[in-house]
């Protein structure tokens, strides 16, 4: 069964100008797998559909819905300060979402091992009520719901890899032991939150985890959080679903973050999940773009999550630490003490 990637031009309608968010990263993306033929061709080509009006709701308030509908045919340009829109961006965001809901389908109906929608707007920062931080709809949460509305998932692992924490998704979820956020990021930095601290809430308490790293983080720092924390309570957790809120501005040649990340780094974390996915839910893996601001990055990273979506499974590959770092041990430690009582870690 071939990898299934979900993509359409019409992500380039909405149109943001100079801003770091723009169709440029998406014609990035695009041109780096195209150019490599055996690639390009072993990948099953897919068209998103709009996420209906009822995926939406699951997640988002109506007068949210009817806001970003209204200042696009406005033709509105600031949503907020960091958030830029178009005419056509309500409906470009409703295919963002509808994208990974179609990945989702994929990979519940067994005609793909896994399932990439490249899309944009990004949705991680989107709450029940507010759109915010490039993001308008909150696709990797629409997705998960999706998939509990439609498929019957019990249990939903939604992961974040993407530099700056997805305090939207984390919202959605805090309370709710069916959908599992795990998040790493840089700490301290937009939008703020994602502390070890912050592990959810009543019946939730125990299915959010962040792994916050400091500022100069390095691909061992995600092995170590990946090893220590994160393949652990996912096997514990043993979910129905992985979704992957993937962006890749934690990559050393970003210009929004001071990360130090590798393509490497991206490569052995898809491959410790897809892993993971083979062992507790038959394979089903979905991912879904998010941040990731430098075109040389973007590119060589997505080539490398692809690849090892699409080639043989084997264990992961981390690239050799070049520098000291005990930003992941660090963090790694934080969560366990406040995960102590949820989940058996060392």
């Not at 699951?58 to 178009?86: A, G, N």
């Not at 090892?308 to 050799?320: F, H």
Request: contains cysteine; glycine residues 8%; hydrophobic residues 40%.
């Amino acid at each position: 069964m071939p990898t299934a990637l979900i993509n359409d031009p019409v992500y380039l309608e909405h149109q943001t100008g100079q801003h770091p968010e723009n169709g440029e990263r998406h014609r990035a993306i695009l041109s780096a797998l195209e150019a490599d033929t055996d690639l390009w061709e072993r990948l099953e080509h897919l068209a998103p559909r709009q996420a209906g009006d009822e995926d939406i709701a699951r997640c988002h308030d109506e007068r949210l819905v009817d806001h970003i509908r209204s200042l696009c045919h406005r033709e509105v340009r600031f949503l907020d300060l960091d958030t830029v829109i178009s005419p056509e961006s309500y409906n470009v965001a409703r295919y963002a979402a509808g994208a990974a809901c179609v990945g989702v389908d994929k990979v519940f109906s067994g005609e793909a091992t896994n399932a990439f929608a490249f899309v944009r707007p990004p949705g991680h920062h989107a709450t029940f009520a507010q759109a915010m931080g490039f993001c308008l709809f909150n696709n990797a949460a629409i997705a998960a719901r999706y998939a509990q509305a439609k498929h019957g998932a019990e249990r939903v692992l939604v992961i974040d890899w993407d530099v700056h924490h997805g305090n939207g998704t984390q919202d959605f979820f805090y309370a709710d032991p069916s959908v599992f956020y795990f998040s790493t990021h840089q700490y301290p930095y937009y939008p703020g939150t994602g502390a070890s601290e912050e592990i959810g809430v009543g019946p939730g308490e125990g299915f959010t985890v962040n792994l916050p790293l400091e500022s100069g983080g390095i691909d061992a720092d995600f092995q170590h959080v990946f090893d220590r924390v994160a393949l652990p309570v996912l096997r514990q957790f043993s979910p129905d679903l992985i979704l992957v809120s993937a962006g890749f501005d934690a990559h050393q040649r970003d210009p929004l973050a001071t990360m130090r990340a590798t393509e490497g780094g991206f490569a052995a974390m898809t491959m410790a999940l897809r892993r993971m996915a083979d062992e507790c839910c038959k394979g089903r893996m979905a991912l879904v773009t998010e941040g990731g601001y430098d075109l040389k990055a973007l590119d060589a990273s997505l080539d490398a999550v692809v690849q090892t979506l699409s080639g043989p499974a084997a264990a992961p590959k981390w690239p050799a630490a070049t520098v000291p770092s005990d930003r992941g041990r660090a963090s790694a430690d934080a969560a366990i003490k406040a995960l102590g009582k949820h989940w058996t870690l060392q």
